[in-house]
Structure formats: C-alpha cells, structure tokens
C-alpha cells in the first residue's frame, strides 16, 4: 500500500516549456487535490476532484489544468510554464464521507522550478 | 470567509521544554472542521488530528495535546518533553463545506509555525 506517490520527485523546466505532473493513489480515495506551497504562504489549493471525470478550480488555478480519467490518478498540467509556478506542488486524497470532510493524506511533492 | 492564523512564524526551544503552537480560525460555518500536520524537514506532510466543530474536548496523544475552544476560535497544539524529532513545520488547517451534504471541502491552511528544538 503506497498511499500517494507523485512523479516526478523534481523538475527543471524553462519558460514557455510544458509539463504534466502525475499523482496517483492506491486508497481508493474518491476526492483529489492539487496544493502549491511557496515559502511562508502555506499550501494553496490550486484543483480539485470529487470522482472520475469531474475536476474543478481552488484558489489559485490560473496557468494549470488537470484531468481525472482514472479514479486513481490526477494529473497537474502547465501548458506554458512561468517562473511564478516555481513551487513545492502536493498531491493529496481523501475518502468522501457524507458526515462531514474526511481527512487528506498527502503525496511526497514535486519540486519545480521554472527558469 | 475562511482564515486561519498561526501568529508565530518560527519557534526555538531546548530540548525538553513544552512548546505550544497557537492556531486561531475564522469562518462563518457552524459545522467544520480543523486539522493539524506536520511536515519534517524531509519535505512530506504527516497528518496529526483531526477534530470536528462539535466536539471540543481536548485531546491528548502521547506528549502532543490539543486544545480547542470555540469561544475564542481557537485551537491550539502542544507538545509535552519537547525532543529533536519534533523539529518541523506545523500547520493549522480549517476545512470548509463543499455544497451541502457535508461532503469534502477546501483545506485552508496557516502559513505554518517552524519549530526548532535544540539539543
């Protein structure tokens, strides 16, 4: 049982450059989530899903689009990559229970940077 | 809307010492829900507790404690004995409602406290 894994680990890209980062889990999770973390400003959800086929926009979604095709997989993607999307970028997933929020269990991260 | 405030931006304590981390939440919710993690200079983040609106028994796991009052917004985190390994930055999180139905919401988080225990 992996939990949340993330590829890759880390990445270099140049501006304009494009590059997706794929998360995937074994939990059998229904939601999602996309996070960036810049220093100081915490973790800002950038997408999010509810199940397969559905995705929807955080706080921060300009410049990313994802996609979730398989219920265990959510891919980030960055068409045309800007120095400000350098960033620590996590992954997480939780169950959905009909209670009340479950809690998020987060991948190891994606450090990007863009120069 | 949702905010949450870790007022102390970096801690520094001597080994064995108690530490208490302070979170303070906004939100117009009456059902929600707070959480803390803790993420290691390894970079990965460990989640902690979770702790529904409703519930506002404090809540004791080993040397770390929590305690959440409504009435001041609060809910703070302690550890006991304090070691090296506790060395990390934590983070408050408050989760909204998506919709309704009570199903998972946005975690927004605390810009996080950096704790520094020595030896």
């Known amino acids: 049982n992996a939990g949340v894994t993330q590829t890759p680990k880390f990445r270099v890209l140049k501006t304009g450059q494009s590059m997706t980062l794929l998360c995937a889990q074994d939990m059998n999770h229904e939601y999602m989530y996309w996070y960036r973390q810049d220093p100081g400003m915490g973790l800002r959800l950038i997408h999010y899903?509810?199940?397969?086929?559905?995705?929807a926009k955080g706080e921060v979604p300009d410049g990313y689009n994802v996609s979730r095709l398989k219920k265990q997989n959510f891919l980030l993607g960055l068409e045309s990559a800007a120095p400000s999307q350098t960033s620590v970028y996590f992954c997480?997933?939780?169950?959905?229970?009909?209670?009340?929020?479950?809690?998020?269990?987060f991948g190891p991260g994606t450090r990007l940077t863009v120069l | 809307a949702q905010k949450v405030t870790q007022a102390q931006t970096e801690i520094s304590v001597v080994e064995k010492e108690d530490v208490t981390l302070d979170c303070v939440y906004e939100t117009r919710d009456t059902t929600y829900y707070l959480f803390w993690y803790k993420q290691p200079p390894s970079g990965e983040l460990v989640f902690l507790i979770r702790?529904?609106?409703?519930?506002?028994q404090n809540e004791i796991s080993g040397r770390y404690s929590w305690n959440f009052q409504k009435s001041t917004s609060s809910f703070n985190f302690t550890i006991t004995a304090s070691q090296v390994v506790d060395s990390a930055v934590y983070f408050c999180?408050?989760?909204?409602?998506?919709?309704?139905?009570?199903?998972?919401?946005?975690?927004?988080f605390g810009k996080g406290t950096k704790l520094s225990v020595k030896p």
């Open positions: 997480a997933s939780s169950y959905a229970l009909t209670g009340g929020p479950d809690t998020q269990y």
């Open positions: 899903s509810v199940g397969e086929g559905t995705t």
């Open positions: 999180a408050l989760s909204d409602i998506l919709g309704g139905g009570g199903s998972q919401g946005n975690l927004i």
């Open positions: 702790r529904n609106s409703f519930d506002e």
